[in-house]
């Protein structure tokens, strides 16, 4: 009898990992409390419109364009974290543009307003934020392009500054974790109370089931060594708090980089995703520091008011 418990015992220990791991690529979405929100741009003072994005594995993405006072800084694509929406960056995004940048704020996948099947801790998620950089760099060419994400949208940015055929000025890193198997290992042991092995390996592997890809392959210092070859400095902005994504971690990611320009602030008493929250003005200052130099306004014959290029993407003008 006791066997037989012990065997029972040890199938469960087994299967839940697994099923997490099903269960998270799945149903993961924005949580209940944050569905309920109706903040817009406009709660900021803000002009907007909501456009809608096909990414390249043909996942419909929502998105605001916050236009930018001119003359432009910098585009800023800015991708939330997991079971958040866009408008976890929202109060980021007004002050961006209040600081002469462009912001477009994205529901990642199975996200908001975002269509989509699977959630992968932003493995699959880069194609969201690959298809806001694709659009600004299509609709402004001109303007620098930078990538700005909190944890699995920190991974998706990393991932899109290294599939772009742009070269992002710069990708911006909150919360950001090492690797999805670090991150799954944190949570087996924070939420489910197992060790790393098993539980991460099988939480993976109820992943990829599920998603038929394989987070283990989402390695975000292996993204932001890639990020320096090509010439792409990060900013990681980490809470010493942060129990799900450790500073050491983070700051093996901002190590790999390896550029001069790459920066790292460390927020005293953050935990994960808060540290902009928790101290703004130092974070906005490292952002603001990070950020391209203001840009001269382009030439117009005349006189005239320079044109900017159609939307070639639809848009609906109802939020």
Do not use: K
Not at 10 to 19: I, R, T, W, Y
Not at 154 to 161: L, N
Not at 162 to 184: E, M, W
């Amino acid at each position: 009898m006791l066997a037989g418990f012990g065997t029972l015992l040890l199938l469960f220990a087994l299967g839940v990992p697994m099923a997490v791991g099903v269960m998270l690529t799945r149903f993961a979405g924005t949580r209940p409390q944050d569905r309920v929100l109706t903040s817009t741009p406009a709660d900021e003072g803000l002009s907007y419109r909501t456009v809608f994005l096909q990414t390249r594995d043909g996942v419909r993405v929502s998105a605001w364009l916050l236009p930018g006072r001119e003359p432009v800084r910098c585009s800023v694509v800015l991708a939330h974290g997991l079971f958040r929406s866009r408008r976890e960056l929202l109060a980021h995004g007004a002050w961006l543009v209040r600081n002469g940048c462009r912001a477009l704020l994205l529901d990642l996948r199975r996200h908001g307003g975002s269509g989509g099947e699977r959630t992968t801790l932003g493995y699959l998620e880069r194609f969201d934020v690959l298809a806001g950089a694709d659009y600004l760099g299509q609709v402004f060419p001109d303007e620098p392009l930078v990538l700005h994400g909190v944890s699995m949208g920190g991974a998706a940015a990393a991932g899109a500054g290294v599939a772009t055929a742009l070269r992002p000025a710069g990708v911006v890193l909150d919360s950001v974790f090492q690797s999805a198997p670090a991150v799954v290992d944190r949570y087996a042991d924070l939420f489910l109370g197992l060790p790393p092995f098993p539980a991460g390996d099988l939480t993976l592997a109820g992943m990829r089931l599920s998603a038929g890809v394989s987070p283990r392959d989402l390695d975000v210092e292996m993204l932001s060594r890639q990020l320096g070859a090509r010439g792409v400095p990060v900013l990681v902005i980490a809470g010493d708090a942060d129990r799900r994504a450790p500073v050491s971690g983070q700051a093996a990611v901002f190590r790999a980089n390896g550029l001069s320009a790459s920066r790292m602030i460390t927020i005293e008493g953050a935990s994960h995703g808060r540290p902009c929250l928790e101290d703004p003005a130092a974070c906005r200052a490292a952002v603001r520091d990070f950020l391209p130099a203001p840009l001269d306004p382009p030439a117009a014959p005349n006189g005239a008011n320079p044109a900017r290029a159609p939307l070639t993407l639809f848009y609906d003008p109802d939020p």
